[in-house]
Nanobody, 124 residues
Framework: QLSESGGGLVQPGGSLRLSCASSGVTFDSYTMGWFRQAPGKEREFVAAISWSGSTTYYVDSVKGRFTISRDNAKNTAYLQMNSLKPEDSAVYYC???????????????????WGQGTQVTVSS
C-alpha cells in the first residue's frame, strides 16, 4: 500500500514536500514514480527514482524545480517541489513498479501500485 501526504494550497513561487509512505512491500525492490492529474487532463509523469536512489528522471516542465528522493530505511519516497506555478496544480499520485533496474518508466501503465493521491493547489 502507498499513502501520499503533504499536499495543500500554496502561493506561486512557494514550496511543498510530498511524502509517499509504503507498507506491505519490499520498498527497496521498487522503482518509485510521481504522477499528477489535473481536471480534464490525462495522468502525467512527473518524476521517477530507481530502487537505490542513484538514478532519477523528470519531465521537462519540472526540471530544476522538483527533486525526487527516497529513504529506503523509512520506506518513504519524497517529492520536493520548489518555485511552484499555477500550472503545477493537480492531484499528485505516487506509484511503485517492482524491479531493481534503473530504466525510464514514464507511463502509468508501467506501475503496479498507486496511492490515493494528494491535492496540490498553487494559487494567490
Amino acid at each position: 500500500q502507498l499513502s501520499e501526504s503533504g499536499g495543500g494550497l500554496v502561493q506561486p513561487g512557494g514550496s511543498l514536500r510530498l511524502s509517499c509512505a509504503s507498507s506491505g512491500v519490499t520498498f527497496d525492490s521498487y522503482t518509485m514514480g510521481w504522477f499528477r492529474q489535473a481536471p480534464g487532463k490525462e495522468r502525467e509523469f512527473v518524476a521517477a527514482i530507481s530502487w537505490s536512489g542513484s538514478t532519477t528522471y523528470y519531465v521537462d516542465s519540472v526540471k530544476g524545480r522538483f527533486t525526487i528522493s527516497r529513504d529506503n530505511a523509512k520506506n518513504t519516497a519524497y517529492l520536493q517541489m520548489n518555485s511552484l506555478k499555477p500550472e503545477d496544480s493537480a492531484v499528485y499520485y505516487c506509484a511503485a513498479r517492482p524491479g531493481r533496474g534503473s530504466s525510464y518508466y514514464p507511463s502509468p501503465t508501467e506501475y503496479d501500485y498507486w496511492g490515493q493521491g494528494t491535492q496540490v493547489t498553487v494559487s494567490s
